[in-house]
C-alpha cells in the first residue's frame, strides 16, 4: 500500500514541478483524476486498520485528488458579453484511417451543419465518403496532403463565411489555419494533430510540436482557437504551460465537462464496448471567445468522440 501511494505521491510532486520526463509519467500525468482515485483505497485501508501515518498521507493526496477534479466538473458563468456576440459553430472530429464505416462519419458530421469542420486523419476514404453526402453545403478550405493521414489535418467550411485558409509548417508539424468571419471580426482556426506517446520517439516529437506552437501563438492576433487532437490530456505539464503561457480557456473546462474523455481503446470488437478512458481531443480558446454549448457526436466507426462547439467571438 505505501508503495502505491509513494507512487502517487511522486505522480503529484512531478505534475506540481511541470516536470515530465518520460512517456511513463506523462500516460500518468494524462491519467491523473484516475490514477489519484486510487488514494481513497488507501485511505479506507488506513483508517479501518488504524494506520495513521498512512492515513495522513492517502488523505492528504485525496484531498489533492478533490482539488483538481472537483472545479472542472463546475461550469464557469460566461462573460457578459457573450449573450449578444455573434457565434459560430464548430465540429472537430479523429475520423480514423481505417474507419470502416466512413460514410457514417461523414454523414454525422455534415449533419452538424457546422460553420466549419476539422477533420483529423484525413484520409482519401473519407473525402470520398464526404463528397457523396448530398447538398452538405461545405468546401474544403484547407487540406494537408503531405503529412502521412496518421497526423494529417483538413477543414471543410462554408465559403460565406471563409475569409483566408492555409497551412502552416512549425517544423516538421503542419497546422491548418482558417480565418472565420464572425459579424465584425476574424475568429482564426487552428487545427492540429500532435505526435502519440506509441510513436517511436514520439513524446520527444509531441514535446518539440508544443514548443513551436507556443512560440507561434505570440504572433497570431486573438480572437483564435485551437482545436484538434492534441495527444495529451491538459493535465500534461507541458499542456498546462502551453494554456498559461497563451492564456488559453479550454471549451470542456469552460462548461463543467472536463473530465468527459474522448479516446477510446479502440474502434472495433470488445475495446469498443469500453468507454473512452481520456480525453485528447480539445477546444482551447483565447481570450475574447467564449463557449454557448457543447455535446459529443457518435464516434461512427473511429476511436475518437467528435464533438461540437458554438462559440461566441466578442467584436469590441
Known amino acids: ?32 483524476p484516475v490514477a489519484l482515485s486510487g488514494a481513497w483505497v488507501a485511505l479506507i485501508y488506513a483508517l479501518v486498520t488504524r494506520h495513521r501515518a498512512l492515513a495522513a ?7 489533492f485528488h478533490l482539488a483538481i477534479v472537483v472545479p472542472r466538473r463546475i461550469a464557469r458563468r460566461r462573460p457578459a458579453w457573450a449573450t449578444t456576440a455573434p457565434t459560430m459553430t464548430i465540429a472537430v472530429a479523429n475520423v480514423l484511417v ?3 464505416t ?31 453526402v448530398p447538398d452538405h453545403g461545405y468546401r474544403t478550405v484547407v487540406a494537408d496532403e503531405a503529412t502521412p493521414p ?48 506509441t510513436e517511436p520517439g514520439g513524446y520527444r516529437t509531441w514535446h518539440l510540436e508544443v ?16 482545436v484538434g487532437d492534441f495527444n495529451a490530456a491538459l493535465f500534461r505539464p507541458a499542456m498546462r504551460r502551453l494554456m498559461r503561457m497563451a492564456k488559453l480557456h479550454d471549451a470542456h473546462d469552460v ?31 483565447s481570450e475574447g471567445v467564449a463557449v454557448m454549448e457543447l455535446h ?8 475518437h468522440h467528435p464533438f461540437v462547439a458554438t462559440l461566441a467571438v466578442r467584436e469590441e
Open 98 to 100: 481505417d474507419n470502416r
Open 1 to 32: 500500500m505505501w508503495v502505491g501511494i509513494g507512487v502517487l505521491v511522486v505522480v503529484i510532486v512531478t505534475w506540481l514541478a511541470s516536470f515530465s520526463p518520460g512517456r511513463l509519467l506523462a500516460a500518468y500525468h494524462d491519467g491523473l
Open 296 to 303: 459529443n457526436l457518435p464516434t461512427a466507426g473511429s476511436d
Open 150 to 197: 496518421e497526423y494529417a489535418v483538413a477543414m471543410a467550411a462554408r465559403p460565406e463565411r471563409t475569409e483566408s485558409a492555409h497551412l502552416v509548417e512549425l517544423g516538421a508539424m503542419r497546422v491548418a489555419q482558417v480565418g472565420v468571419r464572425c459579424g465584425g471580426v476574424t475568429l482564426t482556426v487552428l487545427g492540429v494533430h500532435l505526435a502519440a506517446l
Open 211 to 226: 514548443r513551436e506552437l507556443g512560440i507561434y501563438l505570440r504572433d497570431v492576433p486573438e480572437p483564435y482557437v485551437i
Open 255 to 285: 462548461m463543467g465537462q472536463g473530465l468527459t474523455r474522448s479516446l477510446k481503446f479502440g474502434a472495433r470488437g470488445w475495446p469498443a464496448s469500453i468507454p473512452a478512458f481520456t480525453r485528447v481531443d480539445h477546444a482551447l480558446l
Open 102 to 132: 466512413p460514410e457514417a462519419m461523414a454523414a454525422s458530421l455534415a449533419g452538424t451543419t457546422a460553420d466549419l469542420i476539422v477533420v483529423n486523419e484525413h484520409n482519401e476514404q473519407f473525402r470520398r465518403s464526404f463528397a457523396t
Open 57 to 63: 498521507v492517502a488523505g492528504a493526496v485525496v484531498l
